[in-house]
């Protein structure tokens, strides 16, 4: 068989070819030509017409080729002609794919920035097979109890698998290159203190660092905390916030929209309880979704570690929306971890700071009974349960 150049003119289509193209697949055949050039040669019977190749044919006459590549197949019987324009298109379609290899290879082309549309599959198909969920060994909201004995120190960085959490503090830009390694995250999801002095329903919960500052002293933390996110040039963030210092967040990072979250319960106290937060977001979105509200009703349970512990699925939302797998998401107020186990069940890799040793301590138990595995101290290489 010889690879010869066949004017598109001369080839003649099978008349009772059953095999049907899409304008769909057309397309895709298009890009796909433009992108590796004509790779797969039409087989033709030695009377110029085609035996395989007809979406190609099509394809190249939109684009308007006046040659192509074609070979011709000599010796076969007309009845065997008829058979392998059947089974050259039935034999493909009895191959499979090995998902675990076909996932890591196009998650390596979508690192890449490489357009997937171009290798065939269906929207759909690719959605389920990139935003795959690691399954934890717990419910993914059920935290541990503070430790009585506290292990992390101040400036201690854990590695949670490929996750990396740091006992520091977010107002220094140099605990943050420390947590990050200097690495620039794809996005922010964070939930800095209110200022609320809040210790959770029925005070069950000391109050949390940060949260019990004079108005000005409040001010400047979280102004230090938005010029260091300034700083970090990060493209996407979703800032969690009450509508006390909403304004602050507003006039220093122009968001692009304000996300409702509201919950199942309302809070103690007297005259209207609240029953909603703030998210307030900038930067990339998924050009996938098309229905998204900015309105989210996640239930909140009642039975959280932290007093103001976020349910796992508003981040896990937040992060499928706005990033890909293996994609790097920064948390500047770790809390109870919930970013974290959202990013470990969305296959995304996080760095978390915590200001308080204590909760450091509870993000990584948390993040030990969700996956079954240890943390391991950087600077030591011991392991969590060792120490």
């Known amino acids: 068989m010889e690879l010869i150049k066949k004017k598109v003119k001369d080839l003649i289509p099978y008349i009772n070819n059953s095999r049907t193209h899409s304008e769909e697949q057309i397309t895709q055949l298009v890009s796909s030509i433009k992108e590796f050039g004509f790779t797969n040669p039409i087989l033709l019977a030695p009377d110029n017409s085609i035996i ?14 006046e040659e192509v590549p074609c070979i011709i197949i000599d010796g076969l019987t007309k009845t065997q002609i008829k058979a392998l324009i059947i089974a050259d298109n ?33 929207d759909e198909f690719l959605k389920d097979l990139l935003h795959k969920e690691n399954l934890g060994l717990t419910d993914e909201d059920e935290t541990p109890e503070i430790p009585e004995v506290i292990k992390t120190k101040q400036n201690d960085i854990w590695l949670l698998g490929n ?7 977010s107002v220094l830009m140099e605990d943050i290159k420390k947590l990050t390694l200097d690495k620039k995250a794809d996005m922010i999801f964070t939930d800095p203190p209110y200022n609320v002095a809040f210790n959770g329903r029925s005070g069950k919960f000391e109050v949390i660092k940060n949260d019990d500052l004079e108005e000005n ?12 996110i300034k700083e970090l040039n ?13 304004g602050i967040l507003q006039s220093q990072l122009k968001p692009k929209a ?20 703030f998210i307030l977001f900038d930067g990339l979105i998924d050009p996938e979704i098309k229905n ?49 186990i959202a990013c470990e069940k969305s296959d995304r890799i996080n760095h978390t700071m915590e200001l308080d040793p204590k909760y450091c301590d509870v993000i990584i ?23």
Not at 234 to 246: K, Q, R
Not at 365 to 380: D, F, L, M, S, V
Request: charged share 20%; aromatic share 12%; hydrophobic share 35%.
């Open 52 to 65: 395989a190749g007809h979406g190609r044919l099509q394809a190249v006459k939109r684009l308007g080729h």
């Open 90 to 122: 039935q034999l493909a379609l009895n191959a499979g794919w090995d998902l675990e290899k076909l996932s890591v290879e196009i998650e390596g082309l979508e690192a890449d920035k490489f357009d997937l549309n171009i290798l065939g599959f269906e």
């Open 163 to 169: 996750h990396r959490l740091m006992c520091g503090d």
């Open 217 to 228: 002293e409040f001010n400047l933390l979280i102004t230090s905390i938005l010029k260091n």
């Open 234 to 246: 990060i493209n996407t963030y979703y800032i969690c916030c009450n509508w006390a210092f909403y």
């Open 258 to 277: 304000c996300i409702v979250w509201a919950k199942n319960v309302f809070g103690l106290g007297k005259g209207y309880r609240h029953q909603h937060e």
């Open 292 to 340: 998204e509200s900015d309105l989210w009703k996640i239930s909140k349970d009642t039975n959280y570690k932290h007093p103001t512990q976020k349910p796992v699925e508003l981040p896990y939302r937040a992060i499928n929306n706005s990033s890909r797998p293996k994609n790097i998401v920064l948390d500047l107020f770790g809390g109870s971890g919930s970013t974290l």
């Open 365 to 387: 138990q948390r993040w030990q009974q969700y996956t079954g595995k240890e943390a391991i101290h950087e600077q030591t290489g011991k392991t969590y349960n060792s120490i």
